[in-house]
């Protein structure tokens, strides 16, 4: 399996994220891609390519305008209007009876308008880090034109909670969706995207909510209680001709691999039904049991099973890193699931 790898993200560091009443390094940090990289040279997955060159058009099937200047310019503005000292964060947010376009002129108005949370903090090297996922993210599609039965974006930032025109959750660009979006605009007549991060994947239900080309089921911890709190339940299963695309499985706190193996089960049978050209998978492992910022008890040998079973669909696999926080046990874990799918 072909790895798309590129050190360009290192820059998007150093800002803080509020855990408790106190603000804390980023979890979602550089340090994740090495420790990943490592441990799959450790279980010889090693042939690793760096990512070609993009432009920002298959962005733009998926994103809004605004949006993407917004993510461009931020941070020089946020620079100009504020000085440097601090992460570019919004103080307000564009909730209901406060929306309006913003003034594409004022750092604040944008950081509002296009931003839900403040996990979604824009620093200097941040903007080179969001193209550099994009990158990774076409490059692997580009290897899966190329023949290839499965490929790996090994990308950060993440992307599943980014929609058309917001920012939250650690996430920019929606990669897993820009990935959909291109495979569909290069001939393909479905794609499914199977969202196995601990968190619901409320960016890419949203930007492919109507549609009926591209199928969306995400296994999440229940907004009940967890992240991203509005979005990810049972009952929201499409819109229009969208209707029965969506699938989400919310699980409790606390639920291990057998609950989770059976999710698993009702999402293949759901794909094996749409019979889709292309499988994208939003790979995030933050489903781990030491995980700091999920809910789960998932253990390091499920990780095989779970990638076993992706295998058992027999698709045309593009896998595409999103969440996984837990530092020690994070590049074991995704290696797991990758040697368990290359096994299947
Ligand atoms: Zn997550």
Redesign the pocket.
Known sequence: MKIIYSDAHQGHAGALEMRGEAFVPMAECPERMAVIVQALAQAGLTDMQAPTLHGLEAAARVHDPDFLRFLETAYPMWLAQKGPGSAAFARVFGMRGLAQRPNMNSVDAMLSAFTFDIFSPIVAGTWDAIRSALDITLTGARVMQSGAPSVFSLCRP?GHHASGDLAG?YCYLNNAAIAAQYYRDQGAERVAILDI???HGNGTQRIFYDRDDVQFISLHGRPEEEYPFLLGFADETGHGKGEGFNLNLPMPPGTRIGTYMDAVAAASARIRAFSPDMLIVSL?V?TYEHDP??GFCLQSPDYLTLGQSIADLRLPSHFVM??GYAIEALGHNVANVLTGYLNG
């Open positions: 993440p959750g991060d601990y968190h995030g933050d910022v999920g999103e969440g």
